[in-house]
C-alpha cells in the first residue's frame, strides 16, 4: 500500500490505541491524578475569576476519569456563553445536558467544592492536570508508533514519528496559543536584539536571496513567511527557486527542495549549471569537454558541502510534505523550504475534495503550508503557475488576478514575486532607450505585507541556468570572473 495511505489511516484512527488498551496491554495505570482534577473543578465552582486562571493551561481532554471531563466541559462551555460558575449553575447545566445522573449525581458535585477551601493553589494543581495528560499522551503516541512499525514500512513510521514527536514537542513545551502581552514584549526585544547584531556584522535580517536588489526590498526572506513565485511555463521559476536556494544554503541554512515536476538527478545537474563553466548543451548532449568536466567537479565538490536537501516524491501531499519538514526541522535541517510547485500538490481524499473543487483544494493547501511555515518559523517559497490570462493581454505584466485557481493564495502570502521576460514574448524586445532587454529578466514584488510594491531587474544566461544581478557593482566577488564571462552574452 502507498505509504501516504497508510499515513492517512492511522492519523485518522484506524490504528489508533485507546489509553485503555495500552493499559490492558502492560497491565499498568497510566499517570492520572483524579483527586486534584476534582480539586480544580471544586475551586472553579468557588471563585469566580478561578477558571480564568487555568483557561489558557487545560482542557476537558486533559481529565482522566471520563465523569471528570463531561464537567469539565460543560464548565467551559458556561464560560463561552457568558454564564456564572457557581454550584448551583453547573449542576442546573449538567441537569439540562441530561448528564447529571451519569457523572455521579448533585452528592457529587456538592462533594467536589467540599473538598477544596480555595482557589489559591489552583495553578499548580491545573498544571499537574496537564503534566499528568502528556504523560498519557506519550504512552499513546509510541505506542501507536510501534503499532506502526510492526508495518515494516520505514516511509510510514518516518512520516508517523514526525506527527507525533511534534506533537510531543507541543505537549513538553506547554504550548498554548494565549500569551501575556509582557511575553510577547521579550520576544519582540530579542528579535530587534537579534537583527541590530547581525546588522553590526554587516549581515541582513532575513535569509539572503543572492539578488543584492532583492535583498534590499525584502530584508531577506523572513521567518515565518509563505513567499509566491507565480509565473506562465517558461518564465525562469524553478531557476529562480535554484537560485534563492542555493544561496540561503552557502549562508549555511539548510534548504529542503520538494520537487514534484522534476527528478532529484535533473535538479541537480541544474544546480551545477547555476555555478557556471560548463557548457549546458554539452552537459546534456554527453559532449563534454576537458574544461567542462573541470568546471563539472568544481561544483559538485562545492554543492556537496552545501546543507541542501532534496525529496523529489512525485504527488506528495500536504501532510507528507508537513511531516518531512518537520522532521527535517527538528534534526536542524530545516531553515527554508522551497516547493516546486503548488498545483501538483495533492489534497488528501479524506478531506472530501475532489477535482471538481479545485479552488477549495488549492486554498486548503496554502493555508496548511502558510500554517507550516508559522509552525516551523521558517520562509517557505512556493512556485505557482499563473492562469492564461496574461496571453491574452496586451501588457504581459503579470498580476494578482492572474494567480491560478483560488483567490486564497494571494491572502495567504506574505509575499507574491512575479518573474517575467519581455524576450519570451518578443525576441527582438528594447526599452524605451533602444537598449535591448534579451536576457534581462523583471521581478514584480505585487504583494509584500512587510514592505514596498516595487519591481527589480536581473540578468539571466543565455541558457537560464544562471542568474545575476543586473547592476555589476552588486556582482558577488567569489563569483566575478564568472559573471564577468557571462557579461559578454548580454
Not at 203 to 225: F, V, Y
Not at 413 to 441: C, H, K, Q, T
Amino acid at each position: 500500500m502507498d505509504p501516504k495511505k497508510k499515513n492517512q489511516q492511522w492519523s485518522n484512527g484506524q490504528n489508533k490505541m485507546t489509553i485503555e488498551q495500552i493499559n490492558a496491554q502492560y497491565g499498568k495505570i497510566p499517570p492520572q491524578a483524579i483527586d486534584v482534577e476534582e480539586a480544580v473543578m471544586g475551586a472553579c465552582m468557588l471563585e469566580r475569576d478561578a477558571y480564568s486562571n487555568i483557561s489558557g493551561l487545560v482542557t476537558a481532554e486533559m481529565f482522566y476519569k471520563d465523569e471528570n471531563q463531561k464537567i469539565f466541559k460543560v464548565i467551559e462551555n458556561m464560560v463561552a456563553g457568558g454564564k456564572t460558575i457557581d454550584l448551583l449553575t453547573v449542576t442546573q447545566q449538567l441537569m439540562q445536558d441530561g448528564v447529571l445522573e451519569a457523572v455521579g449525581g448533585p452528592l457529587y458535585i456538592t462533594q467536589l467544592t467540599s473538598r477544596v477551601a480555595s482557589a489559591a493553589h489552583i495553578e499548580h494543581h491545573a498544571r499537574i492536570i496537564y503534566e499528568k495528560y502528556a504523560l498519557r499522551e506519550m504512552i499513546r503516541r509510541f505506542n501507536e508508533l510501534i503499532t506502526i512499525a510492526y508495518n515494516d514500512d520505514f516511509d510510514e513510521v518516518d512520516m508517523a514519528y514526525a506527527m507525533n514527536t511534534q506533537a510531543i514537542d507541543d505537549l513538553l513545551a506547554g504550548k498554548t496559543g494565549m500569551r501575556h502581552i509582557r511575553e510577547v514584549m521579550k520576544d519582540n526585544t530579542r528579535e530587534v536584539e537579534e537583527r541590530q547584531r547581525k546588522a553590526d556584522r554587516g549581515e541582513m535580517p532575513g535569509i539572503p536571496t543572492g539578488l543584492a536588489d532583492m535583498n534590499r526590498a525584502t530584508n531577506g526572506w523572513q521567518k515565518s513567511d509563505l513567499i509566491i513565485i507565480g509565473a506562465r511555463p517558461g518564465m525562469g521559476k524553478t531557476a529562480f527557486a535554484l537560485h534563492f536556494g542555493k544561496w540561503a544554503a552557502k549562508e549555511k541554512f539548510p534548504v529542503c527542495f520538494f520537487s514534484l515536476e522534476m527528478k532529484d538527478t535533473r535538479l541537480s545537474q541544474r544546480l551545477i549549471l547555476s555555478n557556471g563553466g560548463v557548457d549546458s548543451e554539452h552537459l546534456k548532449s554527453g559532449k563534454m569537454t576537458g574544461e567542462d568536466w573541470a568546471a563539472y567537479h568544481q561544483s559538485i565538490g562545492q554543492l556537496e558541502n552545501l546543507p541542501i536537501y532534496i525529496d523529489d516524491t512525485a504527488a506528495s501531499s500536504v501532510r507528507y510534505i508537513s511531516a518531512v519538514a518537520r522532521n527535517k526541522a527538528r534534526r536542524g535541517e530545516c531553515s527554508m523550504i522551497v516547493i516546486d510547485y503548488l498545483q501538483l500538490v495533492e489534497t488528501p481524499q479524506e478531506n472530501g475534495y475532489s477535482n471538481k473543487n479545485r479552488e477549495r483544494e488549492v486554498a486548503e493547501i496554502s493555508r496548511a503550508l502558510k500554517k507550516l511555515a508559522k509552525d516551523l518559523d521558517i520562509p517557505i517559497i512556493l512556485l505557482v503557475q499563473l492562469n492564461r490570462g496574461v496571453e491574452s493581454r496586451a501588457d504581459k505584466t503579470p498580476m494578482l488576478s492572474d494567480l491560478r485557481e483560488s483567490g486564497a493564495i494571494e491572502q495567504d502570502a506574505d509575499m507574491v514575486i512575479f518573474p517575467w521576460r519581455p524576450e519570451y514574448y518578443d525576441p527582438e524586445v528594447v526599452d524605451e532607450n533602444g537598449i535591448s532587454l534579451v536576457n534581462e529578466v523583471f521581478l514584480v514584488i505585487a504583494k509584500n505585507r512587510e514592505g514596498g510594491i516595487k519591481t527589480i531587474t536581473c540578468k539571466k544566461s543565455t541558457d537560464f541556468s544562471q542568474i545575476f544581478d543586473s547592476n555589476p557593482n552588486n556582482w558577488i566577488p567569489e563569483l566575478g570572473d564568472r559573471y564577468e564571462k557571462e557579461a559578454d552574452k548580454f
